[in-house]
Structures are given as structure tokens and as C-alpha cells.
């Protein structure tokens, strides 16, 4: 039987991580970004460098990273998220007071 020899075999081979290099339009590494919209909140994408940076030209390069979240998740993501933004609402006001 092989079975002991097959025990003795150790993995040699590291499990490489799968990277995928994007390229925008421009030609640049496309960036990984966080969307907070309510549609999607938390779930990343890669996205021209220059995004949201307000300068030069956008291309309009997209392309999501993350798989899209289910119903449940984005609902008690934007709870959470609307809480959040309640307590730092409070907060502010409570600094001008
Ligand atoms: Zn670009």
C-alpha cells in the first residue's frame, strides 16, 4: 500500500496568493477603494489612482474587488452605518455646546 508514503509527503509547494494586477486607462496601477454608498456599503473596488482626488482627468475605469454583498449584510451594514453617523453627529454637537 502507498498510504504511508502518501502521509509522509509534505507540501513543498506555498500556496501563492492569486494577484491580479489592474491597469487603469491611464495606464496606472488601479487603486483598491472602499465604497461607503448605500448600495454597496463596504464593499471594495479598483479604481483609477487619481479617484477622488479631484485633479487631472478620471478615466473611467471599474472593476469590483469584493463579490456583492447579500440583502442581510447590507442591511445590518447600513444600520450600523447609520449609527455610527448618529453618535458622530452627537458628538459634534456637543463640542460646539
Ligand atoms: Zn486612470
Known amino acids: 500500500m502507498n498510504t504511508k508514503q502518501k502521509k509522509k509527503k509534505k507540501k513543498k509547494k506555498k500556496k501563492k496568493k492569486l494577484e491580479v494586477i489592474l491597469v487603469c486607462y491611464h495606464g496606472n496601477l488601479a487603486k483598491l477603494n472602499t465604497s461607503w454608498f448605500n448600495d454597496?456599503?463596504?464593499?471594495?473596488?479598483?479604481?483609477?489612482?487619481?479617484?477622488?482626488?479631484?485633479?487631472?482627468?478620471?478615466?473611467?475605469?471599474?472593476?469590483?474587488?469584493?463579490?456583492?454583498?447579500?440583502?442581510?449584510?447590507?442591511?445590518?451594514?447600513?444600520?450600523?452605518?447609520?449609527?455610527?453617523?448618529?453618535?458622530?453627529?452627537?458628538?459634534?454637537?456637543?463640542?460646539?455646546?
Open 40 to 97: 454597496n456599503p463596504g464593499r471594495r473596488f479598483f479604481g483609477c489612482k487619481k479617484f477622488g482626488s479631484g485633479f487631472q482627468k478620471l478615466c473611467r475605469f471599474f472593476s469590483w474587488f469584493d463579490t456583492p454583498l447579500t440583502s442581510r449584510s447590507q442591511i445590518v451594514l447600513l444600520g450600523l452605518l447609520k449609527k455610527v453617523r448618529t453618535f458622530e453627529n452627537a458628538r459634534r454637537r456637543e463640542r460646539k455646546t
